[in-house]
């Protein structure tokens, strides 16, 4: 047997901590943790659409073999959805982040960043040659005060729906201070794209911001219901990633199956304006609940209760599951000490029962 003891050392540190992850499958429970908002996975839109004859595999990079008329009608078809001149989609919204981060800012720029800012966007930020910085999460005079002694190029980086707490992030001032330091915005709208605005088209839309913003990217690995992202911006903005980006440039492209449903999701989840609208109603109930622990204002599907501790939140994750319910535990370090946490994922097709059900466990 190999052996791979100087693994122990960080494993161990883990076990200690409790917060040792392990794979799970969900079963049969009900789901308050994936991350299908408007349940386009859960009733099985794309798949019931899908035809079968297309290929499997893409054969190459989109630079050699793998580029092919679908994906390029597709990136035209989102482009226009997101009111962008250009889209270039990614296998998977961290190849994105990490290839337009660790390309696009140079040496001698500035990226300045939300310190609550998903994993990919801190690792093409830790990829790229130019000089950063966090702000205090949402907090604009921080912001502020860094924007003054930037140097270069700045970029500002964000999410407009923030993965774990579920918040909006202050896209007007954001602006705001791009127009007044002359900065370039790049915002993460996974959690937004199907499910804020009329027709699911995410924050940056909603507020009409499109064109102060310099770079979006959509995945589709959440409301979508689908695999993949997509960057859209200018025509230059996509060549300079054809060209730099190596996330993109060395990788196989992906197979005409998993565009195609990309395609077809972009015709499905503008329609699901009923799904919205229910899936709203139970987030006002949620909301409004009066349960025995913390829970963050949030106005996404994203539901937040801090529950103090590993063992805590794990414990009450494990009620939650005893009664069928799937919610898991968020803990340390994935999320600061003291600030460990329920993610519950709310559902158009989550019942009025069901949330009631949750809400009475954790009253």
């Known amino acids: ?109 500035t990226i300045l960043y939300d310190q609550l800012c998903h994993a990919s966007l801190r690792d093409g930020i830790r990829l790229s040659f130019a000089q950063n910085f966090s702000f205090v999460h949402n907090d604009t005079n921080d912001l502020e005060k860094k924007l003054k002694s930037a140097s270069g190029n700045i970029f500002i980086i964000t999410e407009s729906v923030f993965s774990m707490d579920g918040d909006y992030c202050p ?11 002359n900065a370039h915005i790049i915002v993460d709208e996974a959690h937004a794209i199907g499910v804020v605005g009329e027709n699911g088209e995410g924050l940056t839309q909603h507020k009409n911001l499109q064109d102060e913003v310099f770079c979006r990217v959509y995945t589709f690995g959440k409301a979508c219901g689908c695999h993949g992202a997509v960057a859209v911006g200018s025509n230059k903005l996509k060549d300079f990633l054809i060209n730099f980006a190596r996330s993109f440039i060395y990788t196989t492209a992906l197979p005409e ?82 600030k460990e946490r329920l993610r519950i994922v709310l559902h158009a097709f989550n019942t009025l029962q069901e949330i009631e059900q949750l809400i009475k466990i954790l009253s």
């Open 1 to 109: 047997m190999y052996n791979d003891s100087f693994l122990n050392k960080k494993l161990d540190r883990r076990l200690q901590q409790n917060a040792f992850r392990k794979l799970k499958l969900p079963g049969d429970k009900i789901d308050f943790c994936s991350n299908d908002y408007l349940g386009i996975v859960y009733h099985n839109l794309l798949n019931n659409q899908m035809n079968e004859q297309l290929k499997t595999g893409s054969t190459g990079s989109r630079l050699l073999a793998g580029n092919y008329s679908l994906i390029e009608t597709t990136e035209k078809q989102i482009a226009e959805f997101h009111r962008a001149d250009a889209a270039l989609i990614f296998n998977s919204g961290y190849d994105a982040n990490l290839g337009i981060l660790s390309a696009v800012p140079q040496k001698g720029d």
């Open 257 to 338: 199956q998993a565009v195609a449903a990309i395609r077809l999701s972009y015709k499905i989840f503008p329609l699901l304006n009923k799904e919205r609208k229910q899936l709203h109603q139970l987030i006002d109930i949620f909301q409004q609940a009066n349960i025995r622990f913390e829970n963050l204002n949030s106005f996404s599907a994203i539901q937040v209760v801090i529950v103090p501790g590993n063992d805590e939140v794990k414990n009450i994750a494990q009620q939650l599951q005893d009664h069928n319910l799937d919610v898991r535990p968020i803990l340390y370090p994935t999320v600061p000490a003291g």
């Open 171 to 181: 896209l007007e001032e954001l602006v705001a201070l791009k127009k007044k330091y």
